[in-house]
């Protein structure tokens, strides 16, 4: 079982990736993904108005057009392409008729002159500064596409300068929780942690494990739910590295949907200690060695051998 948990596929952090939107281009920051087809999703938090639309454009300026100080964006949504709608690249902008739009109206600050051309905006999907949210509803319209448009007008309002334009998908749809056993071995500064996938639900895009230290929970309320560390994974097993050894921790595991929807319930809680290194594979795997041996890695391996040698040639000389 150890080996099969150093073997783990650890992948990358999604929040982590650097996302800026190209030219002409509106997109979630936290939602959006390059290898579904380009698009952002709106999730389940989102549509409840518990979570906002974490909104960045970057403007095409019309030929001809300059940013003037008190110049305005607006936004717009759609449930049909501005593209296909009206042939000028701009959502039609009508509140309750057909198509369906919403209104959010002036965000945020006025443009400045000639810098900004990339923006940063929270709006929510279900709440004041959103007329109308019932026209796009999510509880029926799994998988449905919107367009979300950032007009910029000048400042009367009234004349259209430039836009940007994105295509987001509702998708609300929660995966099942991760299926027990969840193992958790100690590892130093870390714990291995290895579950079964769920087999019901929305498909399971990601995981995120989490350790919390003694006394918090995610059953508890702020500040006591926030974990010591958290792995990202698209496999069913992780590292949670970072970890004080000698310190109990409770593991959990949730599976997200590529939209962002967390399975309702966690697996867990298993605890672990992490521990130092007893054993000379652990130490030559935390110094970066693999499965196939010294030789076998190349020079990375024949470091990590010697490294690893000395190291625990080190900690048995200690009284």
Same mark, same amino acid.
């Given at each position: 079982?150890?080996?099969?948990?150093?073997?783990?596929?650890?992948?990358?952090?999604?929040?982590?990736?650097?996302? !800026?939107?190209?030219?002409?281009?509106?997109?979630?920051?936290?939602?959006?993904?390059?290898?579904?087809?380009?698009?952002?999703?709106?999730?389940?938090?989102?549509?409840?108005?518990?979570?906002?639309?974490?909104?960045?454009?970057?403007? !095409?300026?019309?030929?001809?057009?300059?940013?003037?100080?008190?110049?305005?964006?607006?936004?717009?949504?759609?449930?049909?392409?501005?593209?296909?709608?009206?042939?000028?690249?701009?959502?039609?902008?009508?509140?309750?008729?057909?198509?369906?739009?919403?209104?959010?109206?002036?965000?945020?600050?006025?443009?400045?002159?000639?810098?900004?051309?990339?923006?940063?905006?929270?709006? %929510?999907?279900?709440?004041?500064?959103?007329?109308?949210?019932?026209?796009?509803?999510?509880?029926?319209?799994?998988?449905?596409?919107?367009?979300?448009?950032?007009?910029?007008?000048?400042?009367?309002?009234?004349?259209?300068?430039?836009?940007?334009?994105?295509?987001?998908?509702?998708?609300?749809?929660?995966?099942?929780?991760?299926?027990?056993?969840?193992?958790?071995?100690?590892?130093?500064?870390?714990?291995?942690?290895?579950? !079964?996938? %769920?087999?019901?639900?929305?498909?399971?895009?990601?995981?995120?494990?989490?350790?919390?230290?003694?006394?918090?929970?995610?059953?508890?309320?702020?500040?006591?739910?926030?974990?010591?560390?958290?792995?990202?994974?698209? &496999?069913?097993?992780?590292?949670?590295?970072?970890?004080?050894?000698?310190?109990?921790?409770?593991?959990?595991?949730?599976?997200?949907?590529?939209?962002?929807?967390?399975?309702?319930?966690?697996?867990?809680?298993?605890?672990?200690?992490?521990?130092?290194? &007893?054993?000379?594979?652990?130490?030559?795997?935390?110094?970066?060695?693999?499965?196939?041996?010294?030789?076998?890695?190349?020079?990375?391996?024949?470091? &990590?051998?010697?490294?690893?040698?000395?190291?625990?040639?080190?900690?048995?000389?200690?009284?």
């Amino acid at each position: 079982m150890r080996r099969a948990l150093l073997a783990a596929a650890i992948a990358v952090p999604l929040i982590a990736l650097a996302i !800026t939107a190209s030219d002409g281009q509106v997109l979630d920051t936290t939602n959006f993904s390059s290898t579904h087809g380009n698009i952002s999703f709106v999730n389940a938090d989102q549509c409840s108005g518990k979570d906002s639309l974490h909104l960045e454009w970057r403007i !095409t300026a019309l030929q001809g057009s300059a940013f003037g100080v008190n110049d305005q964006v607006k936004i717009f949504a759609s449930d049909l392409n501005p593209a296909d709608s009206n042939n000028n690249g701009f959502c039609d902008e009508k509140e309750a008729t057909t198509p369906k739009t919403v209104h959010a109206g002036p965000i945020g600050t006025p443009l400045q002159p000639a810098t900004t051309l990339l923006a940063d905006r929270d709006v %929510p999907h279900a709440g004041a500064d959103i007329k109308g949210a019932t026209t796009i509803d999510c509880a029926t319209a799994e998988g449905t596409n919107v367009f979300i448009c950032a007009h910029w007008y000048d400042s009367a309002g009234t004349t259209k300068k430039g836009l940007a334009v994105g295509t987001f998908q509702i998708q609300t749809a929660r995966p099942d929780a991760p299926v027990a056993p969840l193992e958790v071995n100690a590892g130093d500064g870390k714990l291995f942690v290895s579950w !079964t996938a %769920p087999a019901g639900g929305a498909a399971v895009d990601h995981y995120v494990a989490e350790a919390y230290a003694p006394g918090q929970s995610p059953a508890n309320p702020a500040p006591d739910n926030v974990p010591a560390s958290t792995a990202t994974v698209t &496999a069913t097993s992780a590292e949670i590295r970072g970890l004080a050894n000698g310190t109990p921790y409770d593991v959990y595991v949730r599976a997200f949907s590529v939209g962002g929807n967390a399975s309702d319930l966690r697996l867990g809680p298993v605890k672990g200690t992490p521990a130092a290194a &007893a054993n000379f594979f652990d130490v030559y795997k935390d110094r970066g060695g693999s499965e196939a041996g010294g030789c076998g890695s190349g020079s990375a391996g024949v470091l &990590a051998l010697l490294g690893a040698a000395s190291l625990l040639a080190l900690r048995r000389r200690r009284p």
